[in-house]
């Protein structure tokens, strides 16, 4: 049987090198991946253990939600685990990390986690007015960009962030890897914001920290895509580039005009969502075959 579990991943970059399995040279270093796969496992399945996963997440990102598929074949005279059961199945063998499945699904045999996926929504939070990081609670350590500015121009943001929904080709907000040559840079960006946010901790912390989410939402995104839009749009919020340079950036289409050094660091990010129609998340065993 097919099922699709959601997980939860809280600090990434404390101990897992990005969402993706690892390379077996290397032994001491795992991705989340690595750990859902050794948690099935041991749920001793007769089949070989695959997990794909809907959304990727490099080192130092952060996901609040992701999800991943994967087949499960019991022995011929045992039932398929229920939903929770394996919730809370999972959840003991990953109890030593920061991982959690917060639901699970048995779903048709031809789901894929990645490419049934509807839409994708990351949010990058900034904190302002943070000279040292020793003025950040433990809370937001590692789980935001501090700035040591004040203020940012947030209505030139707002024009920004406008100026990037829609269908666009984003070849100059994606980093140069692997896939470039085969992956299409045409993207629709369903909402791009930018909103007032808050610390982890703010109804307890000493003192204010203004802090801002700016909020993106699209079918799938291009190598480290959020995060160059995101620095760029600070750029602009700091006045260190304006809404028409950001636009001939976009309509130039060639990632080389990227400024060096412009995009934003990885542990302001995070995956929140990934969202999928109902009807694929259920299965009818009469048409499915069940392994």
Not at 39 to 61: C, E, H, M, Q, Y
């Amino acid at each position: 049987m097919c099922i699709i579990i959601i997980t939860t991943t809280t600090i990434v970059l404390t101990s897992c090198r990005g969402v993706m399995k690892l390379p077996p040279h290397q032994l001491h270093i795992k991705g989340v991946q690595d750990h859902l796969e050794d948690a099935i496992r041991r749920l001793k399945p007769l089949n070989p253990v695959s997990l794909s996963v809907s959304s990727r997440t490099d080192t130092g990102v952060h996901a609040l939600s992701n999800s991943a598929h994967f087949d499960l074949q019991r022995r011929n005279d045992m039932p398929p685990f229920t939903e929770d059961i394996l919730v809370q199945a999972l959840n003991f063998h990953l109890r030593t990390e920061e991982i959690r499945v917060t639901h699970a699904h048995r779903v048709p045999d031809n789901f894929h986690a990645r490419f049934r996926a509807l839409s994708r929504t990351y949010v990058y939070r900034i904190a302002l007015g943070v000279s040292n990081f020793s003025q950040l609670p433990l809370t937001d350590h590692d789980l935001c960009w501090s700035l040591r500015n004040t203020e940012l121009d947030v209505e030139a943001m707002h024009k920004a962030a406008a100026m990037f929904v829609g269908t666009h080709d984003f070849s100059s907000f994606r980093a140069v890897n692997s896939d470039i040559a085969f992956k299409n840079p045409v993207k629709t960006m369903d909402v791009v914001s930018v909103k007032p946010g808050s610390s982890f901790a703010h109804a307890h912390f000493y003192r204010e920290m203004p802090l801002w989410e700016l909020t993106f939402r699209a079918k799938s995104f291009l190598y480290k895509q959020v995060r160059r839009m995101t620095g760029a749009m600070v750029a602009v919020g700091l006045g260190k580039l304006s809404v028409p340079q950001l636009k001939e950036i976009l309509e130039a289409q060639d990632t080389l005009v990227y400024p060096q050094g412009l995009a934003a660091p990885a542990r302001g990010l995070f995956l929140t969502r990934v969202d999928y129609k109902e009807t694929d998340l259920q299965f009818l065993s009469s048409g499915n075959s069940e392994d």
